[in-house]
Nanobody, 125 residues
């Protein structure tokens, strides 16, 4: 199993920045891809960004391209989501997730086996 713990959420004004962290523990050597998802109030969980844990290839939702950056620190088993130019529409609970098997559907929540508890991000206008 893989345990994931997110941190770094909070309240920020529009145009501001936050960096989310996701610390992984357990069978981290088995992780193939790490993803960030978010769930706005009253809406379904949606894909934000993902990273191939070994090769480092990254993927982004169109809504965050150019504003968000996913990165990793292998030594710390931690993945980050740097969020810049935040907008009120970015308000959501943000989750990190991991998957151990190869999959092309990195954008689907159903692909991922393990999830963190989530961290709230609120962007005020």
């Amino acid at each position: 199993q893989v345990q994931l713990v997110e941190s770094g959420g909070g309240l920020v004004q529009a145009g501001g920045s936050l960096r989310l962290s996701c610390a992984a523990s357990g069978r981290t050597f088995s992780v193939y891809i790490m993803g960030w998802f978010r769930q706005p109030p009253g809406k379904e969980r949606e894909f934000v960004a993902a990273m191939n844990w070994i090769g480092g290839r990254t993927y982004y939702a169109d809504s965050v391209k150019g504003r968000f950056t996913i990165s990793r620190d292998n030594a710390k088993n931690t993945v980050y989501l740097q969020m810049n130019s935040l907008e009120p529409e970015d308000t959501a609970v943000y989750y990190c997730a991991s998957e151990s098997d190869y999959s092309r559907t990195y954008y689907s929540p159903n692909t991922y086996d393990y999830w963190g508890q989530g961290t709230q991000v609120t962007v005020s206008s």
